[in-house]
């Protein structure tokens, strides 16, 4: 019996592939691989993977997705081996947070800068 054979029996001979739905927070990241039916979507496999379900309700409902980076919908179909990408929302502005980068990359080199005295 072949790979794709097994495969098939094991799912109940449906037609159908894994894709792996990944989340990543500051200082963890959560990898399930999930099977879909041919057909299924983000929403699909992101229910399966059971990863929304685990998050804060404040979060939760910000949540977006990308497939392999790209912004996707939740009702894309998807294809084996696709990579679904649970997206949180920014906590914090980028521009503002290099403006903040630079006014402290400045005020050291100002302290630096100064002779003791």
């Known amino acids: 019996m072949s790979a794709g054979e097994r495969r098939s029996a ?6 159908g592939f894994h894709v792996e739905v990944v989340f990543a927070w500051p200082g963890q990241a959560h990898f399930r691989r999930v099977w879909l039916s041919a ?5 699909e496999a992101v229910s399966l993977s059971g990863l929304l379900q685990r998050l804060p309700p404040e979060v ?6 990308a ?4 912004p996707a919908e939740a009702g ?11 997206l949180r ?10 403006r903040r980068r630079a ?6 080199r100002s302290m630096k800068a100064k002779p003791p005295g």
């Open 10 to 15: 094991a799912h109940g001979e449906q037609e």
């Open 39 to 43: 057909g299924g979507t983000v929403s």
């Open 60 to 65: 939760a409902g910000d949540i977006t997705y």
């Open 67 to 70: 497939v392999f980076g790209r």
């Open 76 to 86: 894309r179909t998807l294809l084996p081996g696709d990579r679904v990408e649970m």
């Open 89 to 98: 929302g920014l906590t914090v502005d980028p521009r503002e947070a290099r």
């Open 103 to 108: 006014r402290l990359r400045a005020a050291g």
